[in-house]
């Protein structure tokens, strides 16, 4: 029996007050048996128990959705005139169409844009010029190309091997590190 294949993506966006989704699903609309009705989108943000239902019809039609601090319940005051920044950690996306119970995908999504920021801000501090630099600067980069595979790494661990805690923990040591490496007067 065909069914609607339900899959989205989360792109990495560099925006702090932004997260979009993109659905990437395959819907069986050619089958008027099966109609595509009751799209809800759930996001439990980190450090909450509980999601925000949000009404996914527009989702569904124009295929994304941007969703701001208001959106997802974080802010409740200035809503449209200011955006306040949406926190890194594990975002829990669950998208389902009627039969709602049955037809849903889940997906555990680890935000790091605050922490990508940070290392981008960094590496505009290194000074390099088309040359071999010198040994302090290759220490440098050093640094930052593994505090870059922490990220990386606490993505997979959260994402593709289902593995939160280890994920995060590698995350926030990531975070750690960055941090020696911006501080100004350590």
Not at 30 to 40: E, F, M, R, Y
Not at 112 to 123: D, S
């Amino acid at each position: 029996m065909a069914n609607h294949v339900l899959s989205l993506e989360v792109p990495q966006v560099m925006n702090e007050c932004i997260f979009k989704i993109l659905d990437t699903s395959v819907y069986q609309t050619a089958n008027p048996a099966i109609p595509v009705v009751c799209p809800t989108l759930n996001i439990t943000v980190p450090g909450f128990g509980y999601s925000n239902q949000i009404d996914a019809t527009n989702f569904y039609n124009d295929g994304f959705i941007t969703l701001t601090a208001c959106d997802l319940q974080l802010q409740t005051v200035d809503c449209g005139t200011k955006y306040y920044n949406l926190p890194d950690g594990i975002y829990i996306i669950k998208y389902s169409v009627s039969p709602n119970e049955t037809v849903y995908v889940e997906y555990n999504h680890l935000r790091i844009t605050h922490a990508l920021n940070m290392y981008y801000k960094v590496l505009c501090d290194v000074d390099l010029a088309a040359c071999d630099p010198p040994f302090k600067v290759k220490e440098k980069l050093e640094a930052l190309r593994l505090i870059f595979m922490y990220l990386q790494s606490a993505k997979s661990k959260v994402e593709f091997c289902l593995e939160p805690q280890k994920g995060m923990s590698l995350y926030n040591y990531a975070i750690k590190l960055l941090n020696k490496l911006s501080c100004t007067n350590c």
